[in-house]
């Protein structure tokens, strides 16, 4: 791709937050997990095939979790293709930049803008924006690429609050500074 035909808005690096077997895979999986694997595939495409970094995170959940470390739940869905360009983080906590090397693989790239999808939309995702926009990066959170589970009823405080809802407060939470886009074929991307 010539530099004349890259998008002024596109985006240099896709940080893919959790996608993990216990949350995108049998009777565990958020809901709508199928189409939004394709959405998150694709962009996973379409970055490697630009010359962009992608990052993919992996959380270490506590044990007994269903992301326990080293259990078939904690298990990256997608391959990764190991390299200078792509990379794997393990975290412990929601922020994808607390306590990895997240950032300085960012500023060794001199990257500035980067999309984020993954799971969970309110937790994860939204820390990890959130400390990107914070670091002074462009964010794009394409909406149709992020996921999370419903949230139950609670007695007296509220009935169940569907997952498409919790993914649309958590982008609007994250204030007027993220670029919320509707779908994930939109995002395009370019090598740093």
Known sequence: M???????DAVEALIVVDIQ??????????????PLLVRIEDLIGRARDSGALVVHLQNDGPDGAPDEAGT????????????PREVTYRKTEDDGFAETELGAFLEKHGVRSVAVCGVMSEMCVGATARTALARGYRVVLPHDA??????????GISDLVPAPMVSRVAEWALGDEVEIVAHAAAVTFRAV
């Open 2 to 8: 010539s530099s004349q035909s890259v998008p002024p």
């Open 146 to 155: 992020h996921g999370t589970y419903d949230i139950p009823a609670a007695p």
């Open 72 to 83: 078939p739940g904690w298990e990256l869905h997608f391959p990764v293709e190991q390299g």
């Open 21 to 34: 077997s216990a949350f995108v895979t049998g009777d565990g999986a958020v809901p709508s997990a199928a």
